[in-house]
Protein backbone atom coordinates (compact mmCIF):
# COMPACT_ATOMS: atom_id res chain seq x y z
CA UNK A 1 0.00 0.00 0.00
CA UNK A 2 3.00 2.23 0.04
CA UNK A 3 4.27 4.74 -1.83
CA UNK A 4 5.92 2.91 -5.31
CA UNK A 5 8.20 5.24 -6.31
CA UNK A 6 9.90 8.17 -5.76
CA UNK A 7 13.29 9.65 -7.21
CA UNK A 8 15.44 13.18 -6.94
CA UNK A 9 16.74 15.50 -9.68
CA UNK A 10 18.69 18.35 -9.22
CA UNK A 11 18.33 21.72 -11.06
CA UNK A 12 20.89 24.14 -10.46
CA UNK A 13 20.49 24.73 -6.21
CA UNK A 14 16.51 23.59 -6.36
CA UNK A 15 16.10 19.97 -5.44
CA UNK A 16 12.98 18.26 -6.93
CA UNK A 17 11.17 15.08 -5.70
CA UNK A 18 8.83 12.84 -7.76
CA UNK A 19 7.07 11.40 -6.21
CA UNK A 20 4.35 8.44 -7.51
CA UNK A 21 1.14 6.00 -6.30
CA UNK A 22 0.31 6.19 -2.87
CA UNK A 23 1.28 8.15 -0.08
CA UNK A 24 0.73 6.36 2.81
CA UNK A 25 3.73 6.98 5.97
CA UNK A 26 5.72 3.60 5.62
CA UNK A 27 9.05 3.25 4.85
CA UNK A 28 9.24 4.90 1.66
CA UNK A 29 8.09 8.24 2.69
CA UNK A 30 10.95 8.06 5.72
CA UNK A 31 13.11 7.57 2.88
CA UNK A 32 11.99 10.95 1.63
CA UNK A 33 12.29 12.63 4.92
CA UNK A 34 15.51 11.20 5.29
CA UNK A 35 17.13 12.02 1.83
CA UNK A 36 15.22 15.85 2.41
CA UNK A 37 17.33 16.06 5.62
CA UNK A 38 20.66 14.59 3.56
CA UNK A 39 20.28 17.29 1.21
CA UNK A 40 19.61 20.01 4.00
CA UNK A 41 22.92 18.91 5.59
CA UNK A 42 24.78 19.01 1.98
CA UNK A 43 23.63 22.37 1.90
CA UNK A 44 20.36 22.68 -0.40
CA UNK A 45 17.73 25.27 0.76
CA UNK A 46 15.32 25.12 -2.15
CA UNK A 47 12.77 21.64 -2.49
CA UNK A 48 10.22 21.23 -4.82
CA UNK A 49 7.73 17.89 -4.32
CA UNK A 50 5.68 16.91 -7.34
CA UNK A 51 2.62 15.45 -6.49
CA UNK A 52 1.27 15.16 -9.55
CA UNK A 53 1.53 11.61 -10.15
CA UNK A 54 0.39 10.55 -6.41
CA UNK A 55 -2.68 9.44 -6.36
CA UNK A 56 -3.30 9.33 -2.46
CA UNK A 57 -2.22 10.71 0.77
CA UNK A 58 -3.24 9.31 3.87
CA UNK A 59 -2.57 11.00 7.25
CA UNK A 60 1.22 9.49 7.85
CA UNK A 61 2.17 10.81 4.30
CA UNK A 62 0.66 14.53 5.51
CA UNK A 63 2.85 13.95 8.43
CA UNK A 64 6.07 13.33 5.84
CA UNK A 65 5.47 16.41 4.03
CA UNK A 66 4.96 18.35 7.31
CA UNK A 67 8.30 16.87 8.35
CA UNK A 68 9.93 18.08 5.47
CA UNK A 69 8.23 21.49 5.64
CA UNK A 70 9.71 21.96 8.61
CA UNK A 71 13.13 20.41 8.45
CA UNK A 72 13.50 23.13 5.16
CA UNK A 73 12.19 26.12 7.39
CA UNK A 74 13.96 25.04 10.36
CA UNK A 75 17.30 25.99 8.44
CA UNK A 76 15.24 29.00 6.32
CA UNK A 77 14.59 27.06 3.18
CA UNK A 78 11.71 26.94 1.07
CA UNK A 79 9.69 23.82 -0.28
CA UNK A 80 7.27 23.88 -2.45
CA UNK A 81 4.26 21.59 -3.51
CA UNK A 82 3.36 21.36 -7.11
CA UNK A 83 0.96 19.49 -9.53
CA UNK A 84 -1.65 19.06 -7.16
CA UNK A 85 -4.25 16.33 -7.68
CA UNK A 86 -7.97 17.83 -7.02
CA UNK A 87 -8.26 15.22 -4.35
CA UNK A 88 -5.28 16.24 -2.63
CA UNK A 89 -5.98 19.51 -3.01
CA UNK A 90 -9.11 19.03 -1.21
CA UNK A 91 -7.36 17.26 1.40
CA UNK A 92 -5.02 19.86 1.95
CA UNK A 93 -8.00 22.41 2.44
CA UNK A 94 -9.55 20.11 4.96
CA UNK A 95 -6.47 19.76 6.89
CA UNK A 96 -6.19 23.21 6.39
CA UNK A 97 -2.30 22.80 5.36
CA UNK A 98 -3.14 24.76 2.24
CA UNK A 99 -2.80 27.69 4.50
CA UNK A 100 1.20 26.33 5.53
CA UNK A 101 2.33 24.61 2.29
CA UNK A 102 2.95 26.89 -0.57
CA UNK A 103 1.85 25.13 -4.21
CA UNK A 104 2.26 25.81 -7.64
CA UNK A 105 0.10 24.18 -10.67
CA UNK A 106 3.24 22.81 -12.05
CA UNK A 107 7.20 21.78 -11.54
CA UNK A 108 8.78 24.91 -14.08
CA UNK A 109 6.60 27.71 -12.34
CA UNK A 110 7.53 26.34 -9.04
CA UNK A 111 11.49 26.13 -9.64
CA UNK A 112 10.92 29.76 -10.57
CA UNK A 113 9.05 30.91 -7.30
CA UNK A 114 11.09 28.19 -4.79
CA UNK B 1 27.76 -50.95 27.24
CA UNK B 2 24.86 -53.34 26.20
CA UNK B 3 25.62 -55.35 24.00
CA UNK B 4 22.45 -57.20 22.94
CA UNK B 5 21.60 -54.78 20.31
CA UNK B 6 23.32 -55.84 17.59
CA UNK B 7 22.74 -55.19 13.34
CA UNK B 8 22.67 -57.82 10.69
CA UNK B 9 26.17 -56.38 9.30
CA UNK B 10 27.67 -56.96 12.88
CA UNK B 11 26.09 -60.72 13.42
CA UNK B 12 27.35 -61.60 10.39
CA UNK B 13 30.58 -60.30 10.86
CA UNK B 14 31.08 -61.93 14.65
CA UNK B 15 29.70 -65.55 12.78
CA UNK B 16 33.03 -64.70 10.35
CA UNK B 17 35.17 -64.37 13.47
CA UNK B 18 33.73 -67.31 15.01
CA UNK B 19 34.23 -69.33 12.06
CA UNK B 20 37.74 -68.63 11.09
CA UNK B 21 38.43 -69.49 14.77
CA UNK B 22 36.37 -73.13 14.56
CA UNK B 23 38.62 -73.48 11.18
CA UNK B 24 41.92 -72.42 13.44
CA UNK B 25 41.15 -75.00 15.72
CA UNK B 26 40.92 -77.63 13.34
CA UNK B 27 44.37 -76.58 11.63
CA UNK B 28 45.86 -76.88 15.01
CA UNK B 29 44.60 -80.12 15.90
CA UNK B 30 45.47 -81.35 12.46
CA UNK B 31 49.06 -79.81 12.75
CA UNK B 32 49.19 -77.94 10.02
CA UNK B 33 51.27 -75.06 10.36
CA UNK B 34 51.44 -73.26 7.00
CA UNK B 35 47.62 -72.76 7.00
CA UNK B 36 47.47 -71.85 10.83
CA UNK B 37 49.54 -69.01 9.85
CA UNK B 38 47.48 -67.68 6.76
CA UNK B 39 44.51 -68.18 9.09
CA UNK B 40 45.65 -66.28 11.80
CA UNK B 41 46.27 -63.48 9.35
CA UNK B 42 42.65 -63.90 8.26
CA UNK B 43 41.02 -64.05 11.72
CA UNK B 44 42.91 -60.70 12.86
CA UNK B 45 41.10 -58.85 9.54
CA UNK B 46 37.77 -60.17 10.05
CA UNK B 47 38.47 -59.39 13.73
CA UNK B 48 39.41 -55.69 13.30
CA UNK B 49 36.10 -55.34 10.69
CA UNK B 50 33.82 -56.57 13.82
CA UNK B 51 36.12 -54.23 16.27
CA UNK B 52 35.03 -51.58 13.99
CA UNK B 53 31.69 -52.32 13.74
CA UNK B 54 30.91 -52.79 17.72
CA UNK B 55 32.78 -48.83 17.36
CA UNK B 56 29.63 -47.80 14.91
CA UNK B 57 27.34 -49.94 17.24
CA UNK B 58 28.62 -47.44 20.23
CA UNK B 59 27.79 -44.12 18.24
CA UNK B 60 24.32 -45.62 16.97
CA UNK B 61 23.80 -46.03 21.09
CA UNK B 62 24.99 -43.02 22.01
CA UNK B 63 22.94 -41.68 19.39
CA UNK B 64 19.18 -43.32 20.15
CA UNK B 65 20.32 -41.95 23.97
CA UNK B 66 20.46 -38.52 22.87
CA UNK B 67 17.52 -38.77 20.92
CA UNK B 68 15.93 -40.49 24.24
CA UNK B 69 17.24 -37.47 26.57
CA UNK B 70 15.87 -35.22 23.67
CA UNK B 71 12.30 -36.66 24.45
CA UNK B 72 12.89 -35.95 27.93
CA UNK B 73 14.69 -32.83 28.89
CA UNK B 74 13.31 -30.16 29.70
CA UNK B 75 15.17 -26.70 28.75
CA UNK B 76 17.83 -26.95 25.97
CA UNK B 77 20.90 -26.79 28.45
CA UNK B 78 19.89 -29.89 29.91
CA UNK B 79 19.53 -31.05 25.97
CA UNK B 80 22.96 -30.02 25.06
CA UNK B 81 24.43 -30.98 27.94
CA UNK B 82 23.54 -34.66 27.44
CA UNK B 83 24.61 -34.55 23.91
CA UNK B 84 27.62 -32.88 25.25
CA UNK B 85 28.28 -35.51 27.63
CA UNK B 86 27.42 -38.31 25.16
CA UNK B 87 29.96 -37.28 22.89
CA UNK B 88 32.76 -36.84 25.29
CA UNK B 89 32.93 -40.66 25.50
CA UNK B 90 33.58 -40.87 21.56
CA UNK B 91 35.42 -37.76 21.05
CA UNK B 92 38.13 -36.42 23.11
CA UNK B 93 38.11 -32.64 23.95
CA UNK B 94 38.74 -30.21 26.65
CA UNK B 95 36.41 -27.77 25.79
CA UNK B 96 33.14 -27.91 23.78
CA UNK B 97 30.47 -25.30 23.30
CA UNK B 98 27.70 -25.03 21.09
CA UNK B 99 27.13 -21.42 19.49
CA UNK B 100 23.83 -20.06 18.50
CA UNK B 101 23.05 -17.09 15.12
CA UNK B 102 21.17 -14.25 17.43
CA UNK B 103 18.26 -13.38 15.13
CA UNK B 104 20.51 -10.02 13.99
CA UNK B 105 22.05 -12.62 11.86
CA UNK B 106 25.42 -10.94 12.46
CA UNK B 107 26.21 -11.79 16.03
CA UNK B 108 26.84 -15.24 17.65
CA UNK B 109 25.79 -16.27 21.39
CA UNK B 110 27.41 -19.06 23.37
CA UNK B 111 24.23 -21.58 24.22
CA UNK B 112 26.16 -24.19 26.06
CA UNK B 113 29.82 -23.76 26.90
CA UNK B 114 31.86 -26.72 29.14
CA UNK B 115 35.73 -26.41 29.52
CA UNK B 116 36.11 -22.26 28.96
CA UNK B 117 36.23 -19.30 31.12
CA UNK B 118 33.22 -17.84 30.78
CA UNK B 119 33.79 -14.42 31.01
CA UNK B 120 36.40 -14.44 28.07
CA UNK B 121 35.33 -11.74 25.80
CA UNK B 122 36.28 -13.18 22.77
CA UNK B 123 34.02 -15.91 23.51
CA UNK B 124 30.74 -14.08 23.96
CA UNK B 125 31.29 -11.59 21.49
CA UNK B 126 31.84 -13.38 18.70
CA UNK B 127 30.69 -12.24 15.02
CA UNK B 128 29.34 -14.17 11.42
CA UNK B 129 32.90 -13.82 9.27
CA UNK B 130 35.06 -13.72 12.37
CA UNK B 131 37.34 -16.60 14.13
CA UNK B 132 36.94 -20.66 13.68
CA UNK B 133 33.41 -20.14 14.46
CA UNK B 134 32.56 -17.37 13.07
CA UNK B 135 34.07 -18.84 9.56
CA UNK B 136 32.11 -21.64 9.70
CA UNK B 137 28.62 -19.88 10.17
CA UNK B 138 29.86 -17.75 7.10
CA UNK B 139 30.73 -21.02 4.95
CA UNK B 140 28.24 -23.77 6.28
CA UNK B 141 31.31 -26.19 6.05
CA UNK B 142 33.08 -27.95 8.85
CA UNK B 143 36.71 -27.38 9.76
CA UNK B 144 39.55 -29.63 11.16
CA UNK B 145 41.94 -27.24 12.28
CA UNK B 146 44.68 -29.23 13.28
CA UNK B 147 47.04 -26.69 14.95
CA UNK B 148 45.12 -23.45 15.65
CA UNK B 149 48.64 -21.36 15.05
CA UNK B 150 48.40 -21.88 11.48
CA UNK B 151 45.00 -20.74 11.09
CA UNK B 152 44.69 -17.33 9.75
CA UNK B 153 40.91 -17.53 11.26
CA UNK B 154 41.58 -18.37 14.69
CA UNK B 155 40.88 -16.52 17.82
CA UNK B 156 42.14 -17.43 21.12
CA UNK B 157 39.05 -17.69 23.18
CA UNK B 158 40.96 -20.48 25.34
CA UNK B 159 44.37 -20.87 26.65
CA UNK B 160 45.58 -24.58 25.76
CA UNK B 161 44.20 -25.01 22.46
CA UNK B 162 45.90 -26.19 20.06
CA UNK B 163 43.33 -28.01 17.46
CA UNK B 164 39.74 -27.53 17.21
CA UNK B 165 36.51 -28.96 14.96
CA UNK B 166 33.89 -26.65 14.29
CA UNK B 167 30.72 -28.11 12.41
CA UNK B 168 27.77 -26.14 11.67
CA UNK B 169 24.40 -26.72 12.82
CA UNK B 170 21.21 -26.57 10.08
CA UNK B 171 17.86 -25.38 10.59
CA UNK B 172 15.72 -28.47 9.73
CA UNK B 173 13.09 -26.14 8.96
CA UNK B 174 14.77 -23.69 6.71
CA UNK B 175 18.55 -25.53 5.68
CA UNK B 176 20.16 -22.16 7.14
CA UNK B 177 22.88 -22.18 9.36
CA UNK B 178 21.45 -21.80 12.49
CA UNK B 179 24.72 -22.45 14.73
CA UNK B 180 28.01 -24.30 15.69
CA UNK B 181 29.41 -27.37 17.62
CA UNK B 182 32.66 -26.64 18.40
CA UNK B 183 35.23 -28.51 19.89
CA UNK B 184 38.73 -27.69 21.05
CA UNK B 185 41.89 -29.97 22.38
CA UNK B 186 45.33 -29.34 23.94
CA UNK B 187 46.63 -31.58 21.43
CA UNK B 188 47.67 -31.10 18.02
CA UNK B 189 45.88 -33.03 15.04
CA UNK B 190 43.19 -34.00 17.99
CA UNK B 191 40.50 -34.38 14.95
CA UNK B 192 39.67 -36.74 12.05
CA UNK B 193 37.26 -36.57 9.44
CA UNK B 194 35.47 -39.50 11.04
CA UNK B 195 35.18 -37.06 14.40
CA UNK B 196 33.69 -34.65 12.09
CA UNK B 197 30.75 -36.92 10.94
CA UNK B 198 29.75 -38.04 14.35
CA UNK B 199 29.93 -34.64 15.43
CA UNK B 200 27.55 -33.36 12.27
CA UNK B 201 25.00 -36.12 13.54
CA UNK B 202 24.91 -34.83 17.29
CA UNK B 203 24.99 -31.45 15.39
CA UNK B 204 21.73 -32.00 13.83
CA UNK B 205 20.18 -33.28 16.80
CA UNK B 206 21.08 -30.25 18.80
CA UNK B 207 19.75 -28.20 16.02
CA UNK B 208 16.45 -29.97 16.32
CA UNK B 209 15.91 -29.17 19.80
CA UNK B 210 17.56 -25.34 19.26
CA UNK B 211 14.99 -24.64 17.01
CA UNK B 212 12.49 -26.28 18.76
CA UNK B 213 13.08 -24.00 21.91
CA UNK B 214 12.99 -20.96 19.75
CA UNK B 215 9.46 -21.25 18.59
CA UNK B 216 8.57 -21.99 22.32
CA UNK B 217 10.02 -18.92 22.99
CA UNK B 218 8.78 -17.08 19.98
CA UNK B 219 4.87 -17.97 20.63
CA UNK B 220 5.32 -17.38 24.36
CA UNK B 221 6.90 -14.07 23.49
CA UNK B 222 3.77 -13.23 20.44
CA UNK B 223 1.05 -14.36 23.34
CA UNK B 224 2.44 -12.11 25.78
CA UNK B 225 2.41 -9.19 23.16
CA UNK B 226 -1.39 -10.37 22.72
CA UNK B 227 -2.55 -10.16 26.13
CA UNK B 228 -0.64 -6.60 26.40
CA UNK B 229 -2.21 -5.79 23.74
CA UNK B 230 -6.11 -6.99 24.66
CA UNK B 231 -5.39 -4.88 28.17
CA UNK B 232 -4.23 -1.91 25.77
CA UNK B 233 -7.36 -2.15 24.10
CA UNK B 234 -9.75 -2.58 27.01
CA UNK B 235 -7.46 0.73 28.77
CA UNK B 236 -8.36 2.65 25.46
CA UNK B 237 -11.67 1.53 25.68
CA UNK B 238 -12.59 2.93 28.83
CA UNK B 239 -11.32 6.02 27.92
CA UNK B 240 -14.50 6.83 25.87
CA UNK B 241 -17.34 8.22 27.34
CA UNK B 242 -20.59 6.00 28.03
CA UNK B 243 -23.17 6.80 25.69
CA UNK B 244 -25.62 9.13 27.39
CA UNK B 245 -28.28 11.31 27.53
CA UNK B 246 -27.27 14.20 29.45
CA UNK B 247 -28.30 18.04 29.22
CA UNK B 248 -31.35 17.32 27.00
CA UNK B 249 -28.82 15.56 24.52
CA UNK B 250 -29.00 12.39 22.91
CA UNK B 251 -25.21 11.05 22.31
CA UNK B 252 -24.31 8.02 20.97
CA UNK B 253 -20.33 7.28 20.13
CA UNK B 254 -18.48 4.33 18.46
CA UNK B 255 -14.93 3.37 17.94
CA UNK B 256 -13.55 0.44 15.76
CA UNK B 257 -9.32 0.36 15.59
CA UNK B 258 -8.38 -1.10 12.62
CA UNK B 259 -5.83 -2.46 15.14
CA UNK B 260 -5.54 -4.00 18.78
CA UNK B 261 -5.54 -0.23 19.76
CA UNK B 262 -6.03 2.62 17.41
CA UNK B 263 -5.04 6.59 17.39
CA UNK B 264 -8.96 7.70 17.07
CA UNK B 265 -10.92 8.96 20.14
CA UNK B 266 -14.16 10.96 20.93
CA UNK B 267 -15.15 12.26 24.00
CA UNK B 268 -17.71 14.48 25.55
CA UNK B 269 -18.28 16.08 29.00
CA UNK B 270 -20.30 18.77 30.93
CA UNK B 271 -18.89 21.86 31.45
CA UNK B 272 -21.73 23.35 33.10
CA UNK B 273 -25.32 23.15 33.65
CA UNK B 274 -25.74 24.07 30.20
CA UNK B 275 -22.63 23.34 28.16
CA UNK B 276 -21.59 19.94 26.78
CA UNK B 277 -17.75 20.00 25.43
CA UNK B 278 -16.88 17.23 22.66
CA UNK B 279 -14.00 16.12 20.80
CA UNK B 280 -13.40 14.11 17.63
CA UNK B 281 -9.47 13.55 17.19
CA UNK B 282 -7.43 11.77 15.07
CA UNK B 283 -3.87 10.78 15.67
CA UNK B 284 -1.50 10.28 12.48
CA UNK B 285 -0.64 6.41 12.51
CA UNK B 286 -2.17 3.02 13.88
CA UNK B 287 -1.41 0.90 16.67
CA UNK B 288 0.51 1.67 19.90
CA UNK B 289 2.51 4.71 18.90
CA UNK B 290 -0.63 6.30 17.85
CA UNK B 291 -2.76 4.88 21.10
CA UNK B 292 -0.33 6.92 23.27
CA UNK B 293 -0.08 10.12 21.66
CA UNK B 294 -4.02 9.68 21.88
CA UNK B 295 -3.74 9.25 25.56
CA UNK B 296 -1.74 12.36 25.79
CA UNK B 297 -4.16 14.53 23.99
CA UNK B 298 -7.02 13.43 25.58
CA UNK B 299 -5.74 13.74 29.02
CA UNK B 300 -4.68 17.45 27.92
CA UNK B 301 -7.63 18.75 26.42
CA UNK B 302 -10.10 17.63 28.90
CA UNK B 303 -7.66 19.61 31.20
CA UNK B 304 -7.80 22.55 29.54
CA UNK B 305 -11.14 22.65 28.80
CA UNK B 306 -11.85 22.89 32.50
CA UNK B 307 -9.53 25.61 33.13
CA UNK B 308 -9.75 27.99 29.74
CA UNK B 309 -12.49 29.46 28.21
CA UNK B 310 -11.34 30.25 24.78
CA UNK B 311 -11.25 27.42 22.25
CA UNK B 312 -8.54 29.36 20.59
CA UNK B 313 -6.77 29.09 23.44
CA UNK B 314 -7.11 25.33 24.75
CA UNK B 315 -5.88 24.36 21.02
CA UNK B 316 -2.91 26.77 21.22
CA UNK B 317 -1.60 25.11 24.53
CA UNK B 318 -2.95 21.45 23.74
CA UNK B 319 -0.89 22.37 20.20
CA UNK B 320 2.02 23.46 22.63
CA UNK B 321 1.96 20.01 24.48
CA UNK B 322 1.92 17.67 21.39
CA UNK B 323 4.44 19.53 19.81
CA UNK B 324 7.28 19.27 22.32
CA UNK B 325 6.56 15.77 22.95
CA UNK B 326 5.86 14.24 19.31
CA UNK B 327 8.35 13.20 16.70
CA UNK B 328 7.98 15.46 13.40
CA UNK B 329 5.58 14.53 11.07
CA UNK B 330 3.53 13.60 14.06
CA UNK B 331 -0.38 15.44 14.43
CA UNK B 332 -3.44 15.46 15.63
CA UNK B 333 -6.81 16.41 14.11
CA UNK B 334 -9.47 17.71 16.64
CA UNK B 335 -12.17 18.93 16.16
CA UNK B 336 -13.13 21.02 19.37
CA UNK B 337 -16.70 22.24 20.65
CA UNK B 338 -19.14 23.31 23.06
CA UNK B 339 -22.75 22.83 22.31
CA UNK B 340 -24.93 25.64 24.89
CA UNK B 341 -28.11 24.00 25.05
CA UNK B 342 -29.91 26.91 26.90
CA UNK B 343 -28.35 29.56 23.88
CA UNK B 344 -29.21 27.04 21.09
CA UNK B 345 -25.27 27.17 19.63
CA UNK B 346 -22.97 25.11 19.22
CA UNK B 347 -19.30 27.25 19.62
CA UNK B 348 -15.91 25.39 17.51
CA UNK B 349 -12.97 24.79 16.27
CA UNK B 350 -11.86 22.43 13.69
CA UNK B 351 -7.50 21.85 13.72
CA UNK B 352 -7.44 20.03 10.43
CA UNK B 353 -10.28 17.60 11.21
CA UNK B 354 -12.49 16.62 8.45
CA UNK B 355 -15.74 18.92 8.79
CA UNK B 356 -18.16 18.08 11.13
CA UNK B 357 -21.49 17.97 9.89
CA UNK B 358 -25.04 19.64 11.44
CA UNK B 359 -28.33 18.51 10.20
CA UNK B 360 -31.05 20.29 10.99
CA UNK B 361 -34.34 19.64 10.73
CA UNK B 362 -35.23 19.91 7.37
CA UNK B 363 -32.21 17.95 6.38
CA UNK B 364 -30.44 20.70 5.63
CA UNK B 365 -26.95 19.96 6.22
CA UNK B 366 -24.10 22.90 7.20
CA UNK B 367 -19.80 21.57 7.35
CA UNK B 368 -18.10 22.53 10.15
CA UNK B 369 -14.93 23.30 8.72
CA UNK B 370 -13.55 26.66 10.62
CA UNK B 371 -10.35 26.38 12.91
CA UNK B 372 -6.76 26.10 11.77
CA UNK B 373 -3.62 23.17 11.19
CA UNK B 374 -3.44 20.60 12.55
CA UNK B 375 -2.19 20.00 16.37
CA UNK B 376 1.43 19.51 16.72
CA UNK B 377 2.67 19.63 13.27
CA UNK B 378 4.25 22.97 14.09
CA UNK B 379 5.59 25.06 17.27
CA UNK B 380 2.44 27.85 16.56
CA UNK B 381 -0.35 27.93 14.87
CA UNK B 382 -3.91 30.32 15.54
CA UNK B 383 -7.31 28.63 16.10
CA UNK B 384 -10.24 30.83 15.01
CA UNK B 385 -13.88 29.85 16.93
CA UNK B 386 -17.16 29.69 15.08
CA UNK B 387 -20.40 29.81 16.46
CA UNK B 388 -23.39 28.14 14.68
CA UNK B 389 -27.33 27.56 15.72
CA UNK B 390 -27.82 24.09 16.89
CA UNK B 391 -32.24 23.70 18.03
CA UNK B 392 -33.63 20.99 19.17
CA UNK B 393 -34.14 18.30 16.51
CA UNK B 394 -30.74 19.02 14.91
CA UNK B 395 -28.11 16.67 14.72
CA UNK B 396 -24.38 16.72 14.81
CA UNK B 397 -22.44 13.78 13.09
CA UNK B 398 -18.54 13.81 13.98
CA UNK B 399 -16.61 11.40 12.35
CA UNK B 400 -12.42 10.51 11.39
CA UNK B 401 -11.18 9.85 8.10
CA UNK B 402 -11.83 5.67 8.51
CA UNK B 403 -15.40 6.40 7.69
CA UNK B 404 -15.13 8.83 4.41
CA UNK B 405 -12.37 7.16 3.16
CA UNK B 406 -13.34 2.66 4.17
CA UNK B 407 -12.31 1.37 0.75
CA UNK B 408 -14.53 -1.16 -1.30
CA UNK B 409 -12.91 -4.32 -2.92
CA UNK B 410 -12.39 -2.09 -6.03
CA UNK B 411 -10.24 0.88 -4.55
CA UNK B 412 -13.38 3.29 -4.17
CA UNK B 413 -13.67 5.43 -1.12
CA UNK B 414 -16.79 5.89 1.06
CA UNK B 415 -16.62 9.70 0.67
CA UNK B 416 -17.94 12.23 2.79
CA UNK B 417 -20.83 12.69 -0.07
CA UNK B 418 -22.13 9.55 0.50
CA UNK B 419 -22.02 10.24 4.18
CA UNK B 420 -24.11 13.08 3.90
CA UNK B 421 -27.02 12.20 1.26
CA UNK B 422 -26.68 9.59 4.22
CA UNK B 423 -27.02 11.45 7.12
CA UNK B 424 -30.05 13.20 5.36
CA UNK B 425 -31.99 10.54 5.87
CA UNK B 426 -31.54 10.25 9.68
CA UNK B 427 -34.00 13.16 10.77
CA UNK B 428 -36.15 12.16 13.71
CA UNK B 429 -33.45 9.25 14.52
CA UNK B 430 -31.75 8.55 17.48
CA UNK B 431 -28.22 9.56 17.82
CA UNK B 432 -27.79 5.45 18.26
CA UNK B 433 -29.79 4.69 15.31
CA UNK B 434 -27.86 7.15 13.49
CA UNK B 435 -24.82 5.56 14.29
CA UNK B 436 -25.70 2.16 13.17
CA UNK B 437 -27.07 2.94 10.30
CA UNK B 438 -23.43 4.77 9.39
CA UNK B 439 -21.68 1.67 10.14
CA UNK B 440 -24.12 -0.62 8.63
CA UNK B 441 -23.92 1.30 5.56
CA UNK B 442 -19.95 1.61 5.67
CA UNK B 443 -20.03 -2.62 6.06
CA UNK B 444 -22.06 -3.62 3.84
CA UNK B 445 -20.19 -1.03 1.07
CA UNK B 446 -16.52 -2.39 1.68
CA UNK B 447 -17.78 -5.60 1.28
CA UNK B 448 -16.41 -7.45 4.14
CA UNK B 449 -13.01 -5.99 3.13
CA UNK B 450 -11.01 -5.47 6.38
CA UNK B 451 -10.57 -1.95 7.57
CA UNK B 452 -7.75 -0.16 6.69
CA UNK B 453 -7.58 2.86 9.31
CA UNK B 454 -9.54 3.35 12.30
CA UNK B 455 -12.83 4.29 12.36
CA UNK B 456 -15.05 6.62 14.89
CA UNK B 457 -18.31 8.43 14.84
CA UNK B 458 -20.04 10.36 17.33
CA UNK B 459 -24.04 11.67 16.58
CA UNK B 460 -25.28 14.44 19.32
CA UNK B 461 -29.27 15.02 19.05
CA UNK B 462 -30.45 17.52 20.05
CA UNK B 463 -33.85 16.16 21.56
CA UNK B 464 -37.16 17.93 20.65
CA UNK B 465 -38.81 17.95 23.99
CA UNK B 466 -36.68 19.76 25.59
CA UNK B 467 -36.92 22.96 26.42
Known amino acids: ?114 | MRRFFRSVEEQALLRRVVNRLDTLEQLFTQGQHEEILQALEKLRASFDAWNSADIERQHNELLSEVALSLSRAIGLEDILSHIVEGLAKLVPFDAAGVFIVERDGKTIAAEYLRGYRRDSYELVHQKVGEGIVGRVVETGKTMIVNDVSQNPYYIAARKGTRSELAVPMFSPASGEVIGVFNLESNNLNAYTVEDAELVSTLAANAAVAIEREQIYHRLIYQQRIQEELALARRIQQSLLPANTNVLGLDIYGLSIPSEQVGGDYYDFFTLSHKDLAFVMSDVVGKGIPAAIIMAGVRGSLRVEARTTYSIGQILEHVNNFVHSTSQPGEFVTIHYGVVDVANFQITYSNAGHNPAMLLNKQGEIQLLSQGGVPIGAFPEGKWTESIVPFHPGDTLLLYTDGVTEAENPKGQMFTAKRLMSLLQTCVGKSAKEIIQIIQQEVVAFTEGKSFADDMTLLAIVFEEQHR
Open chain 1, 1 to 114: MGMTHHTAKEFGEVVVFYLKGKLMGGPESSEVAEEIRNYIASGTRKFVIDLGDVDWINSSGLGMLIGGLTSVRNVGGTLILARLTEKIESLLVITKLSTVFETCPTVEEALTKV
